[in-house]
């Protein structure tokens, strides 16, 4: 079974310039989420979808962030415009609530890093 | 607020020995807990989870503990190797929304 994938894995942009992120979940996943990991810190999150609707945007910021996740599917995490407190590690997890299982398959992260 | 507390930033053991994490939690009422594995550069990944109505769980080397008159919950690694040497995260969850939210996490050193 193929993992959680991300892409970029590092992203190093100026403050005020836009960065997206994108994600795949396993295969069948209905559950997705975006967290934040600053350095030192544990994972937060800022949306979980359910299949492509928004169950929880709670802690994004929406003035900067947005995130979108077409057919069900894929996802994609937007910074327009980053600042410096934005540097951190954004993780991507999936889970499969009809598995029986609460358990969270992450990715491995892009590193981000605002200059 | 709801609050979890890792007891340490970073623990250090001698290879062989246990090593026992602590996770505490404050305001919230978890249906069950997780515990997870993070290495330096990767995503956590997940090692075990217990549900409010068990004591116990086991898992090879791995012990977890569940008090919800406490709101503690402890990782137990028996035997440890440096192999076992990452940052340990717990992470609640209230069932339903499938949401959790995690603590700091403890860093776990193995000394050969």
């Known amino acids: 079974e193929a993992g959680v994938a991300q892409s970029p894995r590092y992203k190093i942009i100026e403050k005020r310039q836009s960065v997206a992120f994108w994600c795949n979940p396993i295969?069948?996943?209905?559950?997705l989420y975006w967290y934040q990991q600053i350095l030192g810190q544990g994972p937060k999150l800022l949306i979980q979808f359910q299949n492509n609707g928004v169950v929880d945007d709670s802690q994004l910021p929406k003035d900067r962030f947005s995130a979108e996740r077409l057919k069900g599917v894929d996802s994609t995490l937007k910074i327009q415009p980053a600042k410096l407190e934005d540097s951190a590690v954004y993780l991507c997890a999936s889970s499969s609530r009809t598995s029986g299982r609460e358990e969270q398959f992450f990715g491995p992260g892009t590193r981000l890093t605002v200059l | 607020s709801q609050k979890i507390e890792q007891n340490s930033e970073a623990l250090n053991i001698q290879e062989g020995k246990t090593a026992t994490l602590t996770c505490n939690y404050t305001n919230y009422s978890p249906a069950y807990l997780q515990w997870y594995r993070q290495d330096p550069g990767r995503g956590p990944v997940f090692l075990l989870l217990?549900?409010?109505?068990?004591k116990e769980k086991r898992k090879e080397r791995l012990k977890v503990t569940f008090d919800t008159t406490l709101k503690q919950s402890l990782f137990h690694i028996t035997a440890s190797q440096p192999a076992d040497s990452a940052t340990y995260l717990c992470?609640?969850?209230?069932?339903?929304?499938?949401?959790?939210?995690f603590g700091k996490g403890t860093r776990l050193h193995i000394l050969p």
């Open positions: 295969s069948g996943h209905a559950t």
């Open positions: 217990i549900r409010e109505n068990e």
């Open positions: 992470a609640l969850g209230r069932g339903g929304d499938d949401k959790i939210i």
